[in-house]
């Protein structure tokens, strides 16, 4: 057996591999989550299966238990999410890594750090490749979420140079799929809900800015890859995203025409620091890993539109924002 532990395990990217890893009998896959993103209904469907175990538990404390690899994936990831509570967003980033290094480096486990485009922050390089350092503000109201990665990415190589420690980095790009939560805050999930519920669609800003958005499953493959790759010195860090890029408009064209829906584009305060473009260069992964993509923007909306239709209508999608002009 393979024992392998899922930090953010009722998230959206973690339940969504939790539900890959459960696949092979041979694996024993331990969640943990201490719901304050997560939603123990991601898991629903993997909690009677004899290799699967959750535990509600917060990594910025210390956890101990036999692992042969870890995923750290906890951290609120929407930026509505992880600003509510940013010491706690930099607690999560920093606690947590460093309780998972000692605890991949007591069993001589292999952590893989579910790291993030946000690392690069307002880029100056477009598209944005691994060597490229980024442009973080780090005061601004995202810095919790950026410098609280780029220091989880620091303390990761600083275990392997000092203890050997065996770690692997993704740099993930926006996500998008089921098990979004409807109201985290993201652009897509919102669109897509308001779209469904006939509410206006709220652009912010111009729309101008892009985003180069890959479907969950095509991630979850990657990270799978980045994580069973055999040569112990690939570490990363390596971009796992589509480079598909589209303005945040044309996202918000598109879901209004694939839904049918009647709903208006309205246009709502730009937030601060918001990056203006992202796209990442893949090069690095289709290289070492053999992955690239392969799910197109509009067949991933529809399986996510899907998504969102059969949740219903249960719980609100309240986007506070203030409101500018009809568009
Ligand atoms: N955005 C938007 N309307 C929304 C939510 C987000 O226009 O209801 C924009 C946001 O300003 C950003 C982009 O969509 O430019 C992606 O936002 P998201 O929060 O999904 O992720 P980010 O890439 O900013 O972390």
Redesign the pocket.
Known sequence: MTRILVTGGAGFLGSNLCARLVRNPENQVIALDNLFTGRIENLQELTNLPNFTFIEHDITQYIDMPVDQIYNAACPA??PAYQKSPTGTTKTCVLGILNMLELAKKYNATLLQFSTS?VYGEPQVHPQVETYRGNVNPIGIRSCYDEGKRCAESLCFDYHREFGTKIKVVRIF?TYGPQMDPDD????S??IVQALQGKDL????D?S?T?SFCYVDDLIDGICRMMNESRDDFMGPVNLGNPGEFT?LELAEKVIAMTGSNSRIVR?A??AD??TQ?RPEISLAKETLGWAPSILLDEGLNQTINYFSNLGNERSNT?K?KRETGH
């Open positions: 929407s930026p946000e926006n805050g993201r652009v897509v919102n669109f709220t652009v912010y800003g729309g800015q985003r945040v709502c730009l937030p918001d990056p992202r986007i924002c």
